[in-house]
Structure formats: C-alpha cells, structure tokens
C-alpha cells in the first residue's frame, strides 16, 4: 500500500496563502504530520500560483525535504515537472501525472525516463474523460504498452482509472470498481491508485462516502491512494481493511492504529 498525502495542494485557500507567504514553518509542520499519520509521499501541487509556479513549487519542496518528506510532483506543466523531479532528494521521484493525451503523454515520458520515477498514468486520452470501464480499461492498456516498451518497469506504473462524482451518475463508482478488477488481471504487476474524493463531490457527508469507497475499491484491488491522512477515521478504516484483506501480517499495523488512537472517538 502506498500513500500520498494530499493536503499541500494550492487549490485549497490555507495551502495558497501559506505558499504565496513562504510560510515554512505551515509547510514543514504540515508536512511533518501527514509522514507522522502514514503518508510515504507527499503530494505537492503548485499549479494555481498563476505568475510563479516554478518558484513556489522549489520552495515548496526544500521545505517538504527539510521536514523529512518525499515529494509527488503534481503539475501538468513540463517544466515544473523536470525542476521537481531535479530537486527530489531521499527516495525515488514520483510523477502526478501523465496521461494516454498524446501531448502530455510526449512531454512526460522522457521527464519519467530521465529520473527513473515512479509515474502515475491517468485513464485519460485524445478521446477525452473515459465514460465507463471499458474506456478506462482500453487507455491503461494502451499506457501499460507504450510505457514498458520505453523501458519504464511495470512495478513503477500507478494506473489511476480517474474517479467521477456519485452526484453526476448512479454507476459512477461500479465503473472505476469494474475497471480495478479488469487492470488487475490483465497487469497484475502494475499499481492502481486514486484521488478518493472525486467520488463524493455534491453530496453531503463527503468523508463518509470517501471512506466507503476506499474499502470498495482495496477490496477490487486498489493499492495505492492519494489521501488526507490527517483524516483519522479513514487511516483507521484503512489499516482494518488491510488486516481483512490479508496485507497486514499479525494484524500489526492494526495494532499498531489501534494504540495510535485511531478507533476513538475525537475528544473520547
Ligand atoms: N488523481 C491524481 N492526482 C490528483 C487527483 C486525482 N491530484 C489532485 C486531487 N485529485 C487530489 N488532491 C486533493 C487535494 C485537496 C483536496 C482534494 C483533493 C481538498 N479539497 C477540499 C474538499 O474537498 O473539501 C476543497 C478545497 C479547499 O480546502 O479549499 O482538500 O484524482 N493522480
């Protein structure tokens, strides 16, 4: 199972302050407790800083590095990925993302190549959002194809089937289900991992339907999510539904979530 805490993203309104402020101390803290709840990389997404994307996302990730974390450079800007990649220190690179978008998909490979990087490949192509699990099936086949043959090894490709929300259609969650499955026979030895969130947009009670998806979609076979790990419950539904699924020998990681304090109530 991989983790890739998603909470230093400039999308969000604390996140874009705290960058555009160089706040170093809210990026390391930050960063400290997303490694502490279990995050083995950190997202890092600068692409809203319109003006300067390249130098918040330098300083972004020396302050991520200097709290101890591992960066996952999130941009679909070239350039900003090869500075990202360039300045990651302590672990492999990881590449958030490239796609079957023959640009995108031109621009990234050799930026994946160069750092030998660990790269998620979005479902996603010159056909536009994949509409069900056969489209989602038919680009990460097409991915899996052209990313070995250039030399990128499987265990090093994350698949992200691209998850849509519950409120836009009844079968929007069966489809990424259906597409877990089909990925995992045909490449067992690749990844599949997801932003959860998606899934929930439009509807109350979001974290509930997160976390319901997440055991869904581990038990389909998912192996890999980018995540809030400060959301305790959903570590803690997390490391149960690995237990359950046989990826957690003597329940030690359950164990060890239970003594961290993740099965209590907030304030209990
Ligand atoms: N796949 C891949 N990468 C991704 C995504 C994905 N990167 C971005 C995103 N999706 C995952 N990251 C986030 C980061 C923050 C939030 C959601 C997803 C978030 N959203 C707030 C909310 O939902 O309430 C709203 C923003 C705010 O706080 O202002 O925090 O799918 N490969």
């Not at 009844?170 to 499955?181: F, H, K, M, P, T």
């Not at 539904?237 to 359950?244: C, D, G, V, Y």
Request: aromatic letters at 6%; charged letters at 20%.
């Amino acid at each position: 199972m991989l983790i890739v805490g998603e909470l230093i993203n400039t999308s969000r309104k604390a996140i874009k302050k705290a960058v555009e402020e160089r706040d170093a101390a809210y990026i390391q803290d930050l960063t400290r407790q997303q490694r502490e709840a279990g995050a083995d990389y950190i997202d890092v997404n600068c692409a809203t800083v319109l003006n300067d994307e390249l130098g918040s996302l330098r300083w972004a990730i020396e302050n991520i590095q200097a709290a101890g974390g591992l960066p996952c450079i999130d941009t679909p800007n070239p350039e900003a990925m090869d500075l990202g990649l360039s300045l990651t220190q302590g672990g492999q690179p990881m590449v958030n993302s490239l796609s079957g978008e023959s640009e995108r998909y031109r621009s990234m490979l050799p930026l994946v190549l160069k750092y030998k990087a660990r790269v998620i490949a979005l479902c996603l192509d010159d056909q536009g959002m994949p509409k069900n699990a056969d489209d989602r099936v038919r680009v990460a086949r097409n991915l899996v194809q052209n990313l070995t043959a250039a030399g990128v090894p499987m265990g090093d490709i994350y698949l992200d089937p691209l998850v849509q929300p519950l409120s836009t259609s009844d079968s929007a969650g069966l489809e990424v289900l259906a597409a877990i499955r089909q990925i995992k026979e045909e490449f067992p030895e690749t990844h599949i991992i997801c932003g959860l969130s998606n899934i929930s947009y439009g509807l109350p009670q979001r974290k509930v339907l997160n976390q319901v998806f997440m055991v869904q979609t581990m038990t389909a076979g998912m192996d890999a999510y980018i995540l809030d790990p400060l959301d305790r419950s959903m570590m803690g539904f997390l490391r149960a539904s690995q237990a359950l699924l046989g990826q957690d020998p003597f329940c030690m990681n359950y164990l060890a979530a239970f003594r961290q304090g993740l099965y209590e109530k907030a304030g209990a």
